[in-house]
T-cell receptor, first 114, second 112 residues
Framework: DTGVSQDPRHKITKRGQNVTFRCDPISEHNRLYWYRQTLGQGPEFLTYFQNEAQLEKSRLLSDRFSAERPKGSFSTLEIQRTEQGDSAMYLC????????????FGPGTRLTVL | KQEVTQIPAALSVPEGENLVLNCSFTDSAIYNLQWFRQDPGKGLTSLLLIQSSQREQTSGRLNASLDKSSGRSTLYIAASQPGDSATYLCAVRIQGAQKLVFGQGTRLTINP
């Protein structure tokens, strides 16, 4: 198992365009999380899934953001009508969902909105 | 609302020194605490996880301690090396919640 993977690693888009990011968690991890990190700050929680169910969403996740995890495997995060304030690193993490429950993070997707 | 603070924001030390990074949190009802390392432009690498019932964890040259009652954790790095240069983040998971709440990080520079 190679860990959490994210695609793309970098995305540059123009304001108003839609973008979609993908996260593949560590296999057999039941829980999947999305965080956003702006320059010089710690990551902030956006949302998490237990299998295919989205169980919690942060108030940071405006109605322009939507996340899915069909079949409880990979997840996608879509941002519609991007704004310059959406420029950030989007990080995905996964855990088994029981026991020690250590969160393992992917390499992130760096989004730049021009 | 849980708040996590890391002081100092930046630290520069010569190679070979032992050093301590600090993390404080406002709500002591935590499930666990994780320390991460982040290299510029990269994702987070988990270094140590301390369960709420534990006082410390060790991995190689790293030792993390937890004092829940005072809302503090420290990350001790022994015999620092230039390769230790990175941003170190602590994060707490509150009891009954799944998300991690992060501090802003300490940017560490080890000078050869």
């Amino acid at each position: 198992d190679t860990g959490v993977s994210q695609d793309p690693r970098h995305k540059i888009t123009k304001r108003g365009q839609n973008v979609t990011f993908r996260c593949d968690p560590i296999s057999e991890h039941n829980r999947l999380y999305w965080y956003r990190q702006t320059l010089g700050q710690g990551p902030e929680f956006l949302t998490y899934f237990q299998n295919e169910a989205q169980l919690e969403k942060s108030r940071l996740l405006s109605d322009r953001f939507s996340a899915e995890r069909p079949k409880g495997s990979f997840s996608t995060l879509e941002i519609q009508r991007t704004e310059q304030g959406d420029s950030a690193m989007y990080l995905c993490a996964s855990t088994y969902g029981f026991g020690v429950d250590e969160q393992f993070f992917g390499p992130g997707t760096r989004l730049t909105v021009l | 609302k849980q708040e996590v603070t890391q002081i100092p924001a930046a630290l520069s030390v010569p190679e070979g020194e032992n050093l301590v990074l600090n993390c404080s949190f406002t709500d002591s009802a935590i499930y666990n605490l994780q320390w991460f390392r982040q290299d510029p432009g990269k994702g987070l690498t988990s270094l140590l996880l301390i369960q709420s019932s534990q006082r410390e964890q060790t991995s190689g040259r790293l030792n993390a301690s937890l004092d829940k009652s005072s809302g503090r954790s420290t990350l001790y790095i022994a015999a620092s090396q230039p390769g230790d240069s990175a941003t170190y983040l602590c994060a707490v998971r509150i009891q009954g919640a799944q998300k991690l709440v992060f501090g802003q990080g300490t940017r560490l520079t080890i000078n050869p």
